[in-house]
């Protein structure tokens, strides 16, 4: 909300410099966004001197006047009563622009020509001051530019209005807040008696008193519709408004001024009388935008006998509105539900000053008296001398606001304070409508504009904020003492976050979103979780994988420059489950590049799928009974389109599949550009691990006794799986055998087509001896055997 | 013994003794020549054992002189090897072939995201501070983000939380952790304290200081008697942990729908010590988090009595917090996984 300076001090005499108001603000709850220093909204108006003032021959009223502006005299009309020789004034030459945007002309005055205007400060929008022309300080020099001598002449603060707090969006409401905080009474301005009605008020209805609880309007006859007065031009451009005409200026002078939303119609384009009630279905309008709305049966509209004419709250209608030829207008001033302008509000997408308002709670009270104001500013602004007001019609259905009792104690305790109750008194008896004491406890009557005040908690509040929250003691929690436990699932993210990283992994955060086009590229086309509004194509979908992500990230470090790549995420992947969401904890992970990038390093080496596979077996160390199986023929999984059918294996445990590592998908590699490169991805599931349990590591006695080590290399099928070789040389079980290791793999010069050469390190030895050369000997003759009668592996020599 | 015998074994002796140059060989060489003399099976070993077989007398005769050689091989062979080394160990001292300014070979070593690394560490402490771990789904429904925090529908204070909806499920992504306060509270039963850490999603346009995906850290004391005073007592113990010792703390009245009352919690400025910075916007302070009193509301929603139970939450975006401890000067780049940027960030050994 814009806050103008001067406009509050017309409320409050604050007695504070903007600068200060604008760090005291934040102290109530009101951040203040930014400060502008404004000059004034006039140009071309420059100081004069009054060299003489004759009478007006064709008016009393009206005085001659010859105003130097030290290079030229001016022949001026004038009409002010306090227009003397010698006095300093503003004078507004011949094309000079005034707040509101009026241009100054040469013009006949009953028969005499004026060039120019001496102003008062009314005229300048200066101030509130009318009484008479503006008689200068001497000191200004004659000629000079009025606005560049002024300067700045007023602050605008942006203030940030909580949603909580409706009745601070007006300059009032503002300085009624401050008015409590700085112990300074507002100003208050005598009530005037409005002359009783004399043409009848137009009808209004209220069909649900609970979508609008108080409708206030009056009804104006031989109106006057032009250009408001510079005072009131320029009140509303301060704050960012655009003048139209006086009595849309009034409105929306009272909206700043007190935070009601108010809405002339012409009163000639209106069908009978008005009624409030929702719209029935199908039912058109178009607004002040221009734009046709179709309305709902939630929307709330002011209808006249034919047609709705308003939207109420939001907006009005652009058939009925005033305009410039209105002589006729029926002026409504009304409080509606919070909840029915949003809903309507949102249903039409259509949002303005007064919805944003009536939203938020606006103040019942302040209907009767923006009626009354307005009512006075129009009989001043926009009056013919036929003028012809009606009295009030007022539909008043708000409740009366329901005190709340609360003791000092209550306060007290909430806040870890002592506040005495002078003190509780003395801070809350001014935001009140009424505080007594009653019993042991205050019974507070919150004012009408106060919707927001209902429970001790909420006195509380304002006993803090307006006391200064600095007043609160720092205390530490007395609470039971109970020791903190952490979450199986957290302590288990965290320790496959170090193992990755001591296994040279970068951790990626991504967004959990994924895009058509790149689900696509990953081949995940169907069951996805659809977002309702994306902000854009990328936040189409829920990510059903974290490996897309990594590719992403792949690409970007790729083009950056980087050779080897070692990434993994912990995240949420998201499925659709019936009206559900499978929401599961994921850690995935990719690699590529050369397997070493230092200079010492044997070239050509990448890393490859056993790297991945490697890395995986080392993340899992130490959880039981997990197997692996090739992925063809597995169960299908969310991430599988991604992996490599035949280069990827499954790995399970007994209680479900874990997850998968593997080359990526040749198809999925090109759409990433990175067909050339050799990527291998993992994906495990979480929360599938964060449910077992695996006991501690418990020591396990070695051999004192020296081991013997045996070297076997032999021809065998490309086709025969290694597995298999190592589950022949483990049957049956063998103590003595303490280890099979792979040293050695081989095909090509020497080797026949379609036979491997492998070399397989085998390990002895026994707990209680050191073996014998011999038994060793025959332990390694029997295996051999094995391997030749079950794969027909042929020793090599 | 006879004499002839006696004879052909000092003969004997002195072969050996004769043959005994060692001077000229080299590892290898003296090596064998000791597997020769001294070896299981050598000729001195051999002529030590044969010694066995004789009377007495001639033990006590010949005896002597046999040990006397063996020792004499031994220095021989010790001597000899001890000039070998140290004459090796000369070499090899001089004739180094190692450039020591080429650079190390590094094994590969992986980073924590700089907001793990952040989260990590602020759960440490609200550990310490005998807090507990709690999490909860990031697709939530309607009512544990937003009607059980006291955010109706159709209420203004939804503005302040653009929020994304999922086609076709009634469902949303949480907008904030408060709903694992919700969760713990309907699982659980005071006294408590937990912390809730976590990804959040805002519907708002990216840029350097948005994120539409984000992370918080909230916390949540319940008990019986608790009130503002102990929640400003215990945030002003925990941002002295965050950030230093001589960090001060301010309170400043705002809103928050699940809070009564609510505050912003200010850190003196960490860069300027509170005397005015480009960071703070020579304020001297910077805003950390969200704070107040668990609305009375909430905790009907979840069935406590507010006249019996009292309680604080406090929230804290995970970003902002390493902005200011990293020094990012954009939100996006937490995102970006650049390893450029990914690479920077190691948790301090000292």
Redesign the interface.
């Given at each position: 909300m814009r806050i103008s300076y001067n406009w509050l001090k017309e409320h409050l005499p604050l007695g504070i410099s903007a600068e200060e108001l604008a760090e005291r603000l934040p102290l109530l709850g009101f951040s203040v966004a930014a400060m502008e220093h404004q000059g004034p909204g006039f140009s071309g108006v420059i100081v004069g001197k009054v060299l003489s003032v004759d009478k007006h021959p064709n008016a009393d009223r009206l005085s001659l006047c010859v105003v130097d502006d030290g290079t030229q005299k001016h022949p001026v009309v004038c009409g002010a009563k306090n227009v003397a020789v010698g006095q300093t004034v503003p004078l507004a030459r011949v094309g000079a622009i005034l707040p509101g945007g009026f241009q100054l002309t040469k013009s006949k005055i009953r028969g005499v020509e004026s060039h120019g205007m001496i102003c008062s400060v009314r005229e300048l929008g200066l101030g509130e001051e009318a009484d008479g022309i503006w008689a200068m300080d001497t000191a200004l020099p004659v000629g000079s530019d009025l606005a560049k001598s002024l300067g700045q002449t007023d602050c605008v603060l942006d203030v940030e209005i909580t949603p909580n707090r409706p009745d601070c969006l007006s300059h009032l409401g503002l300085a009624r807040e401050l008015s409590a905080f700085l112990h300074i009474p507002l100003k208050t301005s005598p009530q005037k008696k409005l002359p009783e009605g004399t043409i009848p008020c137009l009808d209004v209805q209220v069909q649900d008193p609970k979508a609008c609880p108080r409708y206030v309007g009056r009804s104006f006859e031989g109106l006057r519709i032009a250009a408001s007065p510079g005072w009131l031009a320029a009140k509303l451009e301060a704050v960012g408004l655009r003048p139209i005409h006086n009595l849309v200026d009034i409105t929306n002078f009272l909206l700043m001024d007190l935070g009601q939303p108010m809405h002339a119609f012409d009163a000639d384009k209106l069908e009978g009388g008005l009624v409030v009630r929702f719209a029935r279905p199908g039912e058109k309008i178009i607004a002040l935008d221009d734009k046709q709305y179709t309305l709902t049966e939630r929307c709330l509209v002011i209808a006249d006998q034919k047609k709705p004419v308003a939207i109420a709250g939001v907006m009005g209608g652009r058939d009925t509105a005033v305009t410039q030829m209105t002589k006729r207008a029926f002026l409504e001033s009304a409080t509606f539900d919070p909840t029915v302008v949003r809903r309507t509000s949102q249903a039409l997408r259509l949002k303005s000053d007064s919805s944003y308002r009536f939203e938020r709670g606006t103040d019942p009270g302040a209907a009767q008296a923006a009626s009354q104001i307005a009512t006075e500013l129009i009989q001043r602004l926009c009056a013919t001398p036929d003028l012809k007001i009606s009295g009030t019609i007022d539909r008043d259905s708000v409740p009366a606001p329901k005190p709340i009792d609360v003791t000092s104690s209550r306060l007290n305790a909430i806040l870890g304070t002592s506040f005495s109750e002078a003190i509780v008194e003395s801070t809350l008896k001014p935001i009140s409508a009424q505080l007594e004491k009653s019993g042991p406890a205050w019974r507070f009557t919150p004012p009408s504009y106060r919707r927001d005040l209902a429970t001790p908690w909420d006195l509380a509040e304002e006993l803090a904020r307006l006391t200064g929250y600095d007043q609160i003691p720092y205390r530490e929690t007395p609470i039971v003492l109970k020791s903190s436990s952490d979450l199986p699932s957290q302590t288990l993210a965290d320790k496959v976050r170090g193992r990755l990283v001591s296994l040279g992994f970068s951790e990626a955060y991504n967004l959990d979103f994924i895009s058509d086009k790149l689900a696509a590229q990953a081949r995940l086309s169907c069951g996805l979780v659809r977002v309702k509004n994306p902000i854009s194509e990328d936040y189409a979908n829920m990510r059903p994988t974290l490996l897309t992500g990594l590719l992403q990230n792949a690409r970007l470090n790729l083009n950056n420059g980087a050779q080897t790549l070692r990434l993994f995420e912990l995240g949420k992947t998201y499925v659709p489950r019936a009206k559900e969401v499978a929401e599961t904890t994921r850690a995935a992970g990719l690699l590529l590049g050369p397997a070493a990038s230092h200079w010492k390093s044997s070239r050509g080496q990448r890393l490859d799928f056993y790297d991945a596979k490697g890395a995986v077996e080392e993340l899992l160390a130490g959880v039981a009974g997990i197997g692996f199986l090739p992925l063809s023929g597995a169960e299908p999984m969310g991430a599988d389109p991604l992996f490599h059918p035949v280069g990827a294996l499954r790995l399970r445990l007994p209680s479900g599949i874990l997850g998968t590592v593997g080359l990526l998908h040749p198809t999925v590699a090109r759409a990433w550009e990175m067909e050339r490169e050799e990527v291998c991805i993992f994906e495990l599931d979480l929360d599938l691990l964060a449910g077992l349990h695996a006991p501690a590591p418990r020591f396990a006695p070695f051999s004192v006794f020296p081991g013997s080590t045996r070297d076997i290399s032999f021809l065998v099928d490309t086709a025969t799986p290694y597995d298999s070789l190592a589950a022949t040389i483990r049957q049956p079980s063998d103590t003595q055998l303490k280890g099979i290791d792979l040293v050695d793999k081989f095909t090509g010069k020497g080797v026949p087509q379609g036979k491997q050469s492998l070399t397989i390190r085998l390990s002895f030895g026994r707990d209680d001896r050191t073996l014998q050369d011999a038994e060793v000997t025959a332990a390694v003759e029997t295996i051999l055997a094995k391997l030749s009668r079950k794969h027909g592996a042929v020793l090599r020599t | 013994m006879s004499a002839a015998d006696l004879s052909e074994l000092g003969k004997k002796l002195d072969a050996l003794e004769s043959g005994l140059d060692t001077a000229q060989l080299d590892l290898n060489a003296l090596e064998a020549f000791r597997v020769q003399s001294l070896g299981r099976k050598g000729e001195v070993t051999e002529l030590l054992k044969s010694l066995k077989e004789l009377s007495l007398e001639d033990r006590r005769a010949v005896g002597p002189r046999v040990q006397a050689l063996k020792t004499k091989f031994e220095d021989s062979i010790a001597r000899r090897r001890a000039e070998l080394e140290t004459a090796a160990d000369a070499a090899s001292l001089q004739n180094i072939d190692l450039d020591l300014s080429?650079?190390a070979?590094?094994?590969?070593?992986?980073?924590?995201?700089p907001?793990?690394q952040t989260l990590?560490e602020i759960s440490r402490i609200l550990?310490l501070m005998?807090?507990?771990?709690?999490?909860g789904?990031?697709?939530e429904t309607e009512r544990h983000n937003f009607e059980a925090l006291n955010i109706p529908e159709?209420?203004?204070?939804r503005?302040?939380q653009d929020t994304?909806?999922?086609?076709?499920?009634?469902?949303l992504?949480r907008t904030h952790t408060s709903p694992v306060q919700i969760r713990t509270m309907e699982s659980q039963q005071p006294?408590?304290?937990v912390i809730c850490p976590g990804?959040v999603?805002r519907?708002?346009?990216?840029d350097a200081t948005h994120s539409?995906?984000f992370h918080q850290i909230e916390g949540l004391?319940v008990?019986k008697?608790?009130?503002?005073?102990?929640l400003?007592?215990?945030l002003?113990?925990f941002l002295k942990k965050v950030f230093g010792p001589r960090t001060k703390t301010?309170?400043?009245?705002?809103?928050y729908?699940f809070t009564?009352?609510?505050?912003d919690v200010y850190a003196s400025c960490i860069f300027c010590s509170g005397s005015g910075c480009p960071i703070c916007k020579q304020s001297g302070w910077i805003e950390i988090m969200g704070a107040g009193?668990v609305?009375?509301n909430v905790f009907k929603a979840v069935g406590y009595d507010p006249e019996l139970w009292?309680g604080f939450a406090f929230g804290m975006g995970v970003e902002r917090i390493a902005i200011l401890r990293l020094g990012v000067p954009d939100m996006r780049l937490?995102?970006?996984?650049?390893?450029?940027f990914?690479?920077q960030f190691d948790e301090n050994l000292v």
């Amino acid at each position: 909300m814009r806050i103008s300076y001067n406009w509050l001090k017309e409320h409050l005499p604050l007695g504070i410099s903007a600068e200060e108001l604008a760090e005291r603000l934040p102290l109530l709850g009101f951040s203040v966004a930014a400060m502008e220093h404004q000059g004034p909204g006039f140009s071309g108006v420059i100081v004069g001197k009054v060299l003489s003032v004759d009478k007006h021959p064709n008016a009393d009223r009206l005085s001659l006047c010859v105003v130097d502006d030290g290079t030229q005299k001016h022949p001026v009309v004038c009409g002010a009563k306090n227009v003397a020789v010698g006095q300093t004034v503003p004078l507004a030459r011949v094309g000079a622009i005034l707040p509101g945007g009026f241009q100054l002309t040469k013009s006949k005055i009953r028969g005499v020509e004026s060039h120019g205007m001496i102003c008062s400060v009314r005229e300048l929008g200066l101030g509130e001051e009318a009484d008479g022309i503006w008689a200068m300080d001497t000191a200004l020099p004659v000629g000079s530019d009025l606005a560049k001598s002024l300067g700045q002449t007023d602050c605008v603060l942006d203030v940030e209005i909580t949603p909580n707090r409706p009745d601070c969006l007006s300059h009032l409401g503002l300085a009624r807040e401050l008015s409590a905080f700085l112990h300074i009474p507002l100003k208050t301005s005598p009530q005037k008696k409005l002359p009783e009605g004399t043409i009848p008020c137009l009808d209004v209805q209220v069909q649900d008193p609970k979508a609008c609880p108080r409708y206030v309007g009056r009804s104006f006859e031989g109106l006057r519709i032009a250009a408001s007065p510079g005072w009131l031009a320029a009140k509303l451009e301060a704050v960012g408004l655009r003048p139209i005409h006086n009595l849309v200026d009034i409105t929306n002078f009272l909206l700043m001024d007190l935070g009601q939303p108010m809405h002339a119609f012409d009163a000639d384009k209106l069908e009978g009388g008005l009624v409030v009630r929702f719209a029935r279905p199908g039912e058109k309008i178009i607004a002040l935008d221009d734009k046709q709305y179709t309305l709902t049966e939630r929307c709330l509209v002011i209808a006249d006998q034919k047609k709705p004419v308003a939207i109420a709250g939001v907006m009005g209608g652009r058939d009925t509105a005033v305009t410039q030829m209105t002589k006729r207008a029926f002026l409504e001033s009304a409080t509606f539900d919070p909840t029915v302008v949003r809903r309507t509000s949102q249903a039409l997408r259509l949002k303005s000053d007064s919805s944003y308002r009536f939203e938020r709670g606006t103040d019942p009270g302040a209907a009767q008296a923006a009626s009354q104001i307005a009512t006075e500013l129009i009989q001043r602004l926009c009056a013919t001398p036929d003028l012809k007001i009606s009295g009030t019609i007022d539909r008043d259905s708000v409740p009366a606001p329901k005190p709340i009792d609360v003791t000092s104690s209550r306060l007290n305790a909430i806040l870890g304070t002592s506040f005495s109750e002078a003190i509780v008194e003395s801070t809350l008896k001014p935001i009140s409508a009424q505080l007594e004491k009653s019993g042991p406890a205050w019974r507070f009557t919150p004012p009408s504009y106060r919707r927001d005040l209902a429970t001790p908690w909420d006195l509380a509040e304002e006993l803090a904020r307006l006391t200064g929250y600095d007043q609160i003691p720092y205390r530490e929690t007395p609470i039971v003492l109970k020791s903190s436990s952490d979450l199986p699932s957290q302590t288990l993210a965290d320790k496959v976050r170090g193992r990755l990283v001591s296994l040279g992994f970068s951790e990626a955060y991504n967004l959990d979103f994924i895009s058509d086009k790149l689900a696509a590229q990953a081949r995940l086309s169907c069951g996805l979780v659809r977002v309702k509004n994306p902000i854009s194509e990328d936040y189409a979908n829920m990510r059903p994988t974290l490996l897309t992500g990594l590719l992403q990230n792949a690409r970007l470090n790729l083009n950056n420059g980087a050779q080897t790549l070692r990434l993994f995420e912990l995240g949420k992947t998201y499925v659709p489950r019936a009206k559900e969401v499978a929401e599961t904890t994921r850690a995935a992970g990719l690699l590529l590049g050369p397997a070493a990038s230092h200079w010492k390093s044997s070239r050509g080496q990448r890393l490859d799928f056993y790297d991945a596979k490697g890395a995986v077996e080392e993340l899992l160390a130490g959880v039981a009974g997990i197997g692996f199986l090739p992925l063809s023929g597995a169960e299908p999984m969310g991430a599988d389109p991604l992996f490599h059918p035949v280069g990827a294996l499954r790995l399970r445990l007994p209680s479900g599949i874990l997850g998968t590592v593997g080359l990526l998908h040749p198809t999925v590699a090109r759409a990433w550009e990175m067909e050339r490169e050799e990527v291998c991805i993992f994906e495990l599931d979480l929360d599938l691990l964060a449910g077992l349990h695996a006991p501690a590591p418990r020591f396990a006695p070695f051999s004192v006794f020296p081991g013997s080590t045996r070297d076997i290399s032999f021809l065998v099928d490309t086709a025969t799986p290694y597995d298999s070789l190592a589950a022949t040389i483990r049957q049956p079980s063998d103590t003595q055998l303490k280890g099979i290791d792979l040293v050695d793999k081989f095909t090509g010069k020497g080797v026949p087509q379609g036979k491997q050469s492998l070399t397989i390190r085998l390990s002895f030895g026994r707990d209680d001896r050191t073996l014998q050369d011999a038994e060793v000997t025959a332990a390694v003759e029997t295996i051999l055997a094995k391997l030749s009668r079950k794969h027909g592996a042929v020793l090599r020599t | 013994m006879s004499a002839a015998d006696l004879s052909e074994l000092g003969k004997k002796l002195d072969a050996l003794e004769s043959g005994l140059d060692t001077a000229q060989l080299d590892l290898n060489a003296l090596e064998a020549f000791r597997v020769q003399s001294l070896g299981r099976k050598g000729e001195v070993t051999e002529l030590l054992k044969s010694l066995k077989e004789l009377s007495l007398e001639d033990r006590r005769a010949v005896g002597p002189r046999v040990q006397a050689l063996k020792t004499k091989f031994e220095d021989s062979i010790a001597r000899r090897r001890a000039e070998l080394e140290t004459a090796a160990d000369a070499a090899s001292l001089q004739n180094i072939d190692l450039d020591l300014s080429l650079p190390a070979s590094a094994p590969p070593r992986g980073r924590l995201h700089p907001l793990t690394q952040t989260l990590q560490e602020i759960s440490r402490i609200l550990s310490l501070m005998g807090f507990s771990w709690a999490e909860g789904p990031l697709v939530e429904t309607e009512r544990h983000n937003f009607e059980a925090l006291n955010i109706p529908e159709h209420h203004a204070a939804r503005d302040l939380q653009d929020t994304f909806y999922l086609q076709d499920i009634p469902l949303l992504l949480r907008t904030h952790t408060s709903p694992v306060q919700i969760r713990t509270m309907e699982s659980q039963q005071p006294p408590l304290r937990v912390i809730c850490p976590g990804r959040v999603f805002r519907h708002e346009a990216v840029d350097a200081t948005h994120s539409a995906v984000f992370h918080q850290i909230e916390g949540l004391a319940v008990d019986k008697g608790i009130s503002f005073a102990d929640l400003k007592g215990t945030l002003e113990t925990f941002l002295k942990k965050v950030f230093g010792p001589r960090t001060k703390t301010r309170f400043l009245p705002s809103y928050y729908p699940f809070t009564e009352p609510s505050a912003d919690v200010y850190a003196s400025c960490i860069f300027c010590s509170g005397s005015g910075c480009p960071i703070c916007k020579q304020s001297g302070w910077i805003e950390i988090m969200g704070a107040g009193m668990v609305h009375p509301n909430v905790f009907k929603a979840v069935g406590y009595d507010p006249e019996l139970w009292s309680g604080f939450a406090f929230g804290m975006g995970v970003e902002r917090i390493a902005i200011l401890r990293l020094g990012v000067p954009d939100m996006r780049l937490f995102f970006s996984n650049d390893l450029r940027f990914l690479k920077q960030f190691d948790e301090n050994l000292v």
